[in-house]
């Protein structure tokens, strides 16, 4: 049980020391220690994740156990989803770390150091049981990534992705400041079963409404969700790849994460007779950023710009099955986020690849060239189609329970949500593999000529080389291998939706914090796949598979359109595309409308 | 007279975000991200106090007299040091963008768009 | 603009909404501090409460701001590393070294004799910190302007003397690397990870408050190591680089 605490300072005890030691210490030595670090925490997070399946426990830092039910000291409440964060997010760090091997020339050790700080931040961010702890760990989070995003300082794209990345989620952070104050105040406690404890039975009056959106707007800033992820694309074009893979692959889900933990700790009790008026308000929202990033992740030529979007897409998606606020909801996220996060680390890994091999990370530019490395194009057709959530594999399963639980929730048309984003992504991909490694399509765009110079702009290196060292290849066939077959394992999925379902019991979360009691739970009827769920799936599938086909197959017929059929999508589109501008002050103005829009709603709708 | 810090908070919370939006200069909106964070700092405080109230150090008053809150200043502690190290990176950040860009302004930092 | 404008009359109007929930300034009657207030001096041995809170009983939030402390100023280092084509200006000679102007035989000695004082009172809040406000954070932030002052006395080059970038770094990171191991000591030692290890004392004397000082120390290390590196990488970019870089 002492490990808990060991899996957030044994990577800050690794990165201070590699800091002290790093001006004499070879690159070997710097590797060696990041990565064995990293192997430890995924096999201590991994301990917790098995430990707390059926006795989720509290560990109280300093030995200050509650006093009366009032929580004096700082807790550590793991429970199965918190432990499974945590683990996803030490397996990608470390699988970051294996690959930036052969892939990078780390600029002494400190690239090492600020991964590993990285890692400890996701730890204590998803085991921790305190409020101000989060946000702490949130800072901590948040600071390392600007510094990372803004790596390859020869760059003017870095420095502005970072400047745009830092000072959006700075403003983020301080709205969870402020909700964390409003809180204190009503509650005089900070840890969050006791303030959950303490708003239970009062109804929820404006001061726990607006706490509520405050807090939501700042992790949902973290999440990219519309209108506050204008940074995450921005960030992604320029961030080294290794770092791409931990934004997308699991910081991003981190701010979901903590949406539904502060909901189901804190904000259930109060607001529970107004449970479907806070599902409305957050389908809406995912629905809205499912849609958006799926049609800005189509309309990409530039590599990590176009995975961006896609992200930005699943976040929507996610959201809307937290907002669902069932356990099977919970389960079919939790399911999905493993599956994606490792399917989108691979593929950013694969961009890599490209980006290492020819120096461009232009789909245009690259038309054809993958020819050279069949293995890469495999995998990343292989990715696409696990984007779209192809049937059988682990993002198959979550997405038939998100089915499942939207129809529990007299919501028939959101898996026609969830269908459009997997098309639009999985398509994405899948048309990128049929144009970079089949030579298919054509291989200029007239329009898009300004838009190749910012896809030139922020790459990584401009050498070409002859050769790609097969570990660059071997780490994400390895990924994409887990997220096949993560949902097969027997056990897996029942054993997520158990742990979705306790995390949903708020009743037994105070308990078991707060009291120490071990926790009973309800035995949970494991759900069952129906006929439909395949359907659904497999025709996600086909339809990335068309929209591919007709986009690189296609072209030849454009000329032919009339224009009032290609119109006004065109100017929509080039419209959407204008607000993604990279200038501060715009995210900031969509910032301020994005945190009254969600606050102004919760008031009305939630009294 | 009771609402009035918090009310102070609220305006610098919008005058700070006002200010990141409408900068001509990098500097400027990282000052002004620095007012926004002090909004949060005059809402802790504002929290904590309790009229009469001494300092919660108990060095020369007895231990049972009225003190004000000793939690909400450490987290105005932390508050502080990460606004400190934050304001840092993006100070270094300014100063690079300087050289590469040759301008602070933000509408000159092109970039990034799409 | 306009977006911003309508956005933002929204958002005060929902911000004051909320705040209007607050219990009026003054009237704040919360539990946790109460708690706190009542059983600081008695469980600890510290006077300090505020510091007691820091080290001891939310030490872990602690442990995370110090860390984010340890890897912005990394960041710093990052970001304003030297690149291809930049170097270092040549050094001139020794009576000019990058001096600012306005420096004066005055300043010069003026401020020399205020070094010994800062680093007293430095030392001094640092230690003292579980008996009057004070700890390792503010101690450490006076100690990183002791040698700041030998730069403002005109002698940026002696600054780096007297601070050299490898010494502070090392500095930094082990005053990050000890306040870890305090609380690891507290695992190994007490059973629980971050328990106070060490005896409490008495009450107002120097050595209360059992590992309260140990941590201050450690943080203080690392407060004063961290600003150093950060003043010294910007008036590196400031004084030292110039050349422009080759993109």
Redesign the interface.
């Known amino acids: 049980m002492?490990i808990?605490?060991?899996a957030v300072?044994v990577p800050?005890?690794g990165?201070?020391?590699l800091?002290?030691i790093r001006?004499w210490s070879p690159r070997l030595l710097n590797d060696l220690i990041a990565g064995g670090v990293a192997l430890a925490v995924v096999t201590l997070c991994a301990i917790l994740l098995a430990r707390s399946a059926h006795h989720p426990f509290a560990?109280?830092?300093?030995?200050?156990r509650p006093?009366d039910a009032?929580a004096?000291?700082?807790s550590f409440s793991v429970d199965q989803l918190g432990a499974g964060m945590a683990t996803l997010a030490a397996v990608l760090v470390a699988a970051a770390l294996i690959y930036s091997w052969r892939y990078f020339d780390g600029?002494d050790g400190?690239f090492h150091?600020?991964m590993l700080?990285f890692m400890?931040?996701m730890a204590?961010f998803c085991l921790t049981g305190?409020l101000?702890?989060m946000l702490?760990?949130f800072?901590?989070m948040g600071?390392?990534a600007?510094?990372l995003t803004?790596?390859r300082?020869?760059?003017r794209g870095p420095l502005q992705g970072a400047i745009n990345f830092a000072i959006s989620n700075s403003v983020g952070a301080y709205a969870i400041f402020?909700g964390i104050a409003?809180l204190?105040?009503?509650?005089?406690?900070?840890n969050m079963a006791q303030i959950g404890h303490a708003l239970d039975g009062h109804p929820a009056?404006?001061?726990?409404?607006?706490?509520m959106?405050?807090l939501f707007i700042g992790f949902l800033t973290k999440a990219a969700a519309v209108p506050v992820h204008f940074w995450l694309a921005d960030a992604h074009a320029v961030a080294p790849t290794p770092v791409c893979v931990l934004f997308s692959g699991v910081m991003a889900e981190l701010g979901l994460y903590a949406v539904a933990r502060l909901y189901f700790t804190i904000f259930a009790g109060a607001l529970g007779p107004h449970a479907e008026q806070l599902q409305a308000i957050l389908v809406a929202l995912g629905t809205v950023t499912a849609i958006w990033g799926g049609v800005m992740c189509y309309a990409q030529r530039h590599l990590k710009r176009l995975l961006a979007f896609s992200t930005i897409s699943h976040i929507g998606v996610f959201l809307c099955g937290i907002g669902l606020l069932s356990p099977r909801g919970l389960a079919g996220v939790a399911t999905w986020v493993a599956g994606h996060g490792l399917n989108k680390a691979a593929l950013f890994m694969l961009v890599g690849v490209l980006l290492h091999r020819f120096g461009t990370v232009d789909e245009f530019e690259l038309h054809g060239r993958g020819r050279e490395i069949r293995v890469a194009g495999v995998l990343f057709g292989i990715g696409g189609l696990l984007l779209s959530a192809v049937p059988g594999v682990t993002s198959f399963f979550g997405k038939s329970l998100l089915d499942s639980a939207a129809l529990e929730a007299h919501d028939p048309w959101l898996p026609a949500v969830f269908v459009i984003s997997s098309i639009l992504t999985g398509g994405a991909v899948l048309r990128v593999t049929g144009r970079v490694f089949m030579g298919w399509g054509a291989s200029e765009r007239e329009e898009d000529v300004q838009v190749a110079g910012a896809a030139r702009e922020g790459d990584e290196e401009t050498t070409r080389r002859d050769h790609t060292p097969p570990l660059m290849l071997a780490v994400p066939a390895v990924l994409l291998v887990g997220s096949i077959v993560l949902g097969l394992i027997g056990g897996v999925v029942p054993g997520i939706e158990r742990a979705a379902a306790h995390f949903h019991d708020h009743a037994a979360y105070a308990r078991w914090v707060l009291r120490g009691q071990p926790a009973h739970f309800v035995p949970v009827a494991t759900s069952h796949v129906e006929a439909f769920d395949y359907l659904y799936a497999a025709g996600a599938t086909v339809g990335a598979l068309a929209l591919a086909a007709l986009t690189l197959f296609g072209y030849r017929l454009l000329p032919r359109t009339p224009s009032a059929v290609l119109g006004p999508p065109r100017t929509a589109l080039a419209a959407l595309r204008r607000l993604h501008s990279g200038h501060i002050g715009d995210y900031?103005?969509?910032w301020?409308?994005g945190?009254?829009?969600l606050?102004?709603a919760s008031?009305v709708l939630l009294r | 007279?009771?609402?009035?810090?918090?009310?102070v908070?609220?305006w610098l919370?919008?005058a700070g975000?006002?200010g990141i939006?409408?900068s001509r200069s990098l500097i400027r909106a990282i000052l002004s991200l620095t007012v926004v964070q002090s909004a949060t700092y005059v809402?802790l405080l504002?929290?904590?106090?309790?009229?009469g109230g001494q300092?919660?150090?108990?060095?020369d008053i007895p231990?049972t007299s009225k003190?004000?809150?000793?939690?909400?200043?450490?987290l105005v502690?932390?508050d502080v040091?990460?606004e400190?190290?934050?304001t840092?990176?993006l100070?270094?950040?300014a100063?690079?963008a300087h050289?590469?860009f040759g301008s602070l302004d933000p509408q000159d930092l092109r970039a990034l768009q799409d | 603009?306009v977006?911003?404008g309508?956005?933002?009359?929204?958002?005060?109007?929902?911000?004051?909404?909320?705040?209007?929930?607050?219990?009026?300034?003054?009237?704040?009657?919360?539990?946790?501090?109460?708690?706190?207030?009542?059983?600081?001096?008695?469980e600890r041995h510290a006077?300090?409460?505020?510091t007691a809170?820091?080290f001891?009983?939310?030490?872990?939030?602690?442990?995370?701001?110090e860390?984010?402390?340890?890897?912005?100023?990394?960041?710093?280092?990052?970001?304003?590393?030297q690149?291809?084509g930049e170097h270092d200006r040549p050094r001139q000679h020794e009576a000019d070294e990058h001096t600012f102007a306005g420096a004066s035989e005055a300043l010069r000695a003026l401020s020399l004799a205020v070094i010994p004082a800062i680093l007293a009172i430095g030392i001094y809040i640092v230690v003292h910190g579980q008996?009057?406000?004070g700890g390792g954070?503010q101690g450490g932030v006076i100690l990183a302007a002791g040698p700041l002052v030998v730069f403002l006395a005109g002698r940026y080059l002696r600054m780096r003397i007297v601070a050299p970038h490898?010494l502070v770094?090392?500095g930094?990171?082990?005053g990050?690397?000890g306040y870890?191991?305090v609380?690891?000591s507290?695992?190994v030692l007490?059973?629980?990870?971050?328990?106070?290890f060490l005896p409490l004392g008495i009450a107002?004397h120097l050595l209360s408050g059992g590992q309260m000082d140990l941590a201050s120390a450690a943080v203080g290390l690392e407060v004063s190591g961290a600003f150093l590196v950060?003043f010294g990488?910007?008036l590196d970019?400031a004084m030292v680089v110039s050349g422009?870089?080759r993109?």
Do not use: C
Request: aromatic share 12%; net charge negative; hydrophobic share 60%.
């Open positions: 002492h808990v605490a060991l300072v800050m005890i990165a201070a020391v800091v002290g001006l560990y109280w830092m300093g030995g200050w006093n009032v004096i000291g700082i600029a400190l150091a600020l700080l400890a931040a204590g305190d101000f702890n702490v760990f800072e901590l600071a390392v600007y510094a803004a790596y300082i020869e760059e402020t409003l204190y105040a009503r509650t005089g406690a900070l009056d404006p001061l726990v409404i607006v706490a959106s405050l900031i103005a969509w301020t409308a945190a009254a829009a606050g102004g008031l | 007279m009771s609402f009035l810090p918090f009310a908070a609220a919370f919008l975000l006002y939006v409408s809402v504002g929290v904590g106090y309790s009229k300092a919660p150090i108990f060095a231990q003190a004000v809150d000793p939690v909400v200043q450490v502690l932390t040091v990460i400190a190290t934050v840092a990176m100070l270094a950040l100063v690079q050289k590469r | 603009m977006l911003f309508v956005a933002a009359v929204g958002f005060g109007v929902v911000l004051v909404y909320g705040l209007s929930g607050l219990p009026a300034f003054g009237h704040y009657h919360g539990v946790y501090g109460k708690v706190i207030n009542g059983i600081g001096v008695t006077t300090d409460l505020v809170l820091n001891d009983i939310r030490g872990f939030d602690t442990l995370g701001e860390f984010i402390l340890f890897g912005s100023v990394l960041g710093v280092v990052l970001i304003l590393r690149m291809r008996l009057t406000p954070f490898t770094e090392i930094e990171a082990a990050a690397l870890a191991l609380g690891l507290g695992l007490a059973g629980v990870f971050f328990k106070n107002g950060a990488e910007f970019q422009s870089p993109s």
